[in-house]
């Protein structure tokens, strides 16, 4: 929710909430440590695996970034094996999580 917002936004936003303990730990959390969390793989590897650059590429990006920031994915092998459940579905409309 905040990734599309500058940073410089979101500086003055935690000014703003100086009464909001916890709405400034979230963006502390949110500007020191979670906007720089993304996958191990990027566009090079996942053509390296067979897959055709086009859409689905950021279809998968943006499910394997969500699922290291919930927790779902904790290792670069986890991540390996939700590229590879992708890919096995056919990397169409639908990832293996559901997700268009």
């Known amino acids: 929710m905040l990734e ?7 500086a003055a936003a935690w000014i703003a909430l ?7 730990r979230s963006l502390d ?8 969390v993304h996958p191990r793989i990027d566009g090079d590897g996942l053509r390296a695996l ?3 650059p086009g859409p689905a590429y950021g279809r998968l990006l943006t499910e394997l970034r969500e699922g ?6 904790k290792t670069e092998s986890e ?12 990397a169409g ?6 997700r268009a």
């Open 4 to 10: 599309p917002h500058p940073e410089t936004a979101l």
């Open 18 to 24: 100086a009464d909001d303990a916890d709405a400034r």
């Open 29 to 36: 959390d949110y500007l020191g440590r979670l906007r720089f």
């Open 50 to 52: 067979g897959l055709p």
């Open 68 to 73: 290291w920031l919930d927790g779902e994915i």
């Open 79 to 90: 991540e390996r094996q939700r590229v590879d459940l992708f890919l096995e579905a056919g």
């Open 93 to 98: 409309g639908e990832t293996p999580a559901g």
